[in-house]
Structures are given as structure tokens and as C-alpha cells.
């Protein structure tokens, strides 16, 4: 890429590129402040990730647990049947949400209360257990919500941080070079003016 842009060193053109230059640098004290907010914001989803994760994993185990638990005493066939008839135990729902010009999923859940199920061949463990699973199912749905929402913040910070990049090293330097040259241009042009009227007037 040349250093400078390829003008005319004209005044018309000198104002011009001034005028771009102010512009260029509002864009990007802009994209700045956007980058430095995207940046605290994905600091603070990853605490709150890191969080939640521990959270969950901590449900997952215990939701295991317990269906461990119930598979001792009622048999895996019988959970089986019991699951087929089983109301949902969650609800949720799912709409866009938008933070810093992002868009990702958000997740509306919460565990349906307890249907009761058939009473034979039935075992306390399992209301206990399929507690558990909601729960967990309710804590497995935040934190894919987080996660999605950390990964798309992550990628427009790495966008705004390539064009504040673009702006800083590339884009205003050139911009800037070009109206050296041009300034430089003009003072010598205005000098070699100057030059030959005091030649003039001492011929005349």
C-alpha cells in the first residue's frame, strides 16, 4: 500500500483531506470507546460464566446422583415407562436479545412444578430426582445463553478492536502523510511564487 494517497497537491484538495481527517479520528475515538466497553462487558460475562459453569456442574453431578439413586430401587426399565408419561418439567422460551450492537439468544426458563405420576412400582427418590434434573436442565440453559452471548461479544470485539487497528496504523497515517505532502507542496510552490516576483521587480 503507498504511503500517501495519489492527489493533486491543489488547496481544494488540502481542505478536503483535513475535513476526512477530522472525521476519521471522530470514528475512531468512537470505535475506541465501543472497543473499551465491549471489553469491560466481556470481562464481566466471563466472571459471571465461570460462575455459573461451577454452578452447573455442580447440578449435572447431583441430578446423576440422584438418578442413580432411583435406578437401584425402581430398575431402569421402569423409569423408562414412567419417562414416556411424564408432563414437561421445564418451560422455555427464547427471544434475540441485543447488547453493544450484538445480537445473540436469550433463554427464559424455570421448572414446571411437580405432576404426580404413577403411584406403583414408584420410589421417593424419584420426585427428588426429577427435581434435580430440572434444575439442572434450568442451570444448563443459562449458561448456554452465557456462553453464546460471550462468544459473539468476543467476535465484535476482535472486529472493532481490527478496525480501530486500521484506523490508528493505517488508515489516519496515510491520511495524514498526504496532507504533509500536499502542505509541503504548496509552501515550496508559494516560495518559487515569492522567488520570481522579487526577480521581477528587481528586473524592473
Not at 522567488?195 to 528586473?203: E, G, P, S
Request: charged share 25%; aromatic share 6%; no cysteine.
Amino acid at each position: 500500500m503507498e504511503d500517501r494517497l495519489n492527489l493533486a497537491p491543489t488547496k481544494s484538495n488540502l481542505l478536503a483531506l483535513r475535513q476526512q481527517v477530522d472525521f476519521l479520528d471522530e470514528g475512531y475515538q468512537l470505535l475506541e470507546r465501543k472497543r473499551e466497553m465491549l471489553t469491560r462487558l466481556v470481562y464481566s460475562k466471563l466472571k459471571e460464566y465461570q460462575a455459573l459453569k461451577h454452578q452447573a456442574h455442580l447440578s449435572l453431578r447431583q441430578a446423576y446422583r440422584s438418578l442413580s439413586i432411583t435406578q437401584m430401587r425402581m430398575g431402569t426399565q421402569r423409569i423408562r415407562q414412567l419417562a414416556l408419561g411424564m408432563p414437561p418439567a421445564i418451560k422455555a422460551n427464547i427471544l434475540p436479545r441485543r447488547n453493544m450492537g450484538v445480537q445473540y439468544p436469550s433463554v427464559d426458563i424455570s421448572p414446571n412444578p411437580l405432576q404426580p405420576v404413577g403411584i406403583l412400582g414408584t420410589d421417593v427418590s424419584l420426585d427428588k430426582t426429577r427435581k434435580d434434573f430440572s434444575q439442572m436442565a434450568v442451570q444448563m440453559a443459562k449458561l448456554a445463553e452465557l456462553e453464546s452471548a460471550l462468544w459473539r461479544l468476543l467476535e465484535e470485539q476482535r472486529k472493532t478492536q481490527k478496525r480501530v487497528n486500521a484506523l490508528k496504523y493505517n488508515i489516519i497515517p496515510r491520511y495524514q502523510r498526504s496532507i504533509s505532502f500536499i502542505e509541503n507542496t504548496l509552501e515550496e510552490e508559494e516560495r518559487d511564487a515569492l522567488f520570481q516576483l522579487k526577480v521581477l521587480q528587481q528586473r524592473a
